[in-house]
């Protein structure tokens, strides 16, 4: 029988908690899709990595991403711990990690979420006006600027590769409202918050400019996890977005930031549609 000296024990008592220390102190990492300019996504991110920090007794830190396919790849590789996804990037990472990610809150908007086609042609007034034109999507791999308005598109017979002049992808929400207001596209299709938000700050000219279309609702964004996350820490996180209260200063803080009333519990079954609708429109292989 081996026997250790008071020296090893307490050596070994010290390697133990040095390791709890150290996994208590690990950053926890935080990343988004690109679906609004770098500058406006780390205002968004700053008050709820604050918040985090507090709940989880650990540094917070937002790690941006060049394009949604990196986002996709930094959580499903874990160099992320979290990422705020649309339905349709959540898909993708769902597939590409064959079923290892796990959705665990959505606003209340992303319930019923929409997207608007908006333009500044007086002469497009419905989405059968847009045959022939030159239009704008966001990221291919955007759910609400890409994804749902062309499966939209495509019930009511309208092929955009076939029926448009120029398909465009602007990259980004805000940069589909630039296009159109410089008349570098004729329409083009976007998330319904950003639009109602740059409309309520006045960066866009809602007199030249206007919703032509809108569409149903539908399932979209959440923020998903690894599923090899242990399930405490996932309840901790869920939790941490549950109580959120606009009643609070720093809940209506955060809120307002996020475009949200409130954060509900998801799960991976709501995003079933977004995913047929990929593959009809032949965007999931």
Same mark, same amino acid.
């Given at each position: 029988m081996t026997k250790f000296s008071p020296k090893h024990?307490?050596? #070994?008592?010290?390697?133990?908690?040095? =390791?709890? !220390?150290?996994?208590?102190q690990a950053v926890f990492k935080v990343t988004a899709i690109p679906d609004e300019s770098p500058t406006e996504l780390a205002r968004k991110a700053a008050p709820l990595v604050k918040y985090l920090e507090k709940i989880l007794g650990r540094p917070v830190e937002f790690t941006p991403v060049t394009d949604y396919a990196a986002s996709v790849e930094a959580l499903v590789n874990k160099q992320v711990d979290m990422a705020w996804y649309g339905g349709f990037t959540f898909v993708q990472a769902n597939v590409r990690s064959g079923?290892?990610?796990?959705?665990?809150?959505?606003r209340e908007e992303d319930e019923k979420f929409r997207s608007v086609f908006i333009t500044s042609d007086p002469g497009i007034k419905s989405l059968a006006d847009l045959k022939g034109k030159n239009v704008s999507? #966001?990221?291919?791999?955007?759910?609400? =600027?890409? !994804?749902?308005?062309?499966?939209?598109?495509?019930?009511?017979?309208?092929d955009p590769d076939k029926d448009f002049k120029r398909v465009a992808y602007s990259g980004a929400h805000d940069a589909t409202i630039a296009a159109v207001a410089a008349g570098k596209v004729d329409a083009g299709a976007l998330n319904i918050s950003v639009w109602e938000k740059f409309v309520k700050e006045g960066k866009v000219d809602a007199s030249k400019v206007k919703v032509f279309y809108t569409t149903p609702g539908y399932f979209d964004y959440n923020w998903t996890v690894h599923a090899d996350m242990p399930v405490a820490l996932r309840d901790k996180l869920t939790q941490a977005f549950l109580k959120l209260d606009r009643n609070t200063a720093e809940g209506k803080e955060i809120l307002e930031l996020q475009r949200a009333t409130r954060f509900i519990a998801t799960k991976a079954d709501n995003y079933k549609g977004i995913e047929q609708a990929a593959r009809n429109a032949g965007l999931l292989k």
């Open positions: 024990i307490l050596l #070994g008592c010290a390697l133990v908690l040095f =390791g709890s !220390l150290a996994q208590a079923g290892k990610v796990v959705p665990l809150v959505q999507f #966001g990221s291919q791999s955007s759910t609400s =600027g890409h !994804l749902m308005p062309r499966s939209f598109l495509l019930q009511a017979h309208i």
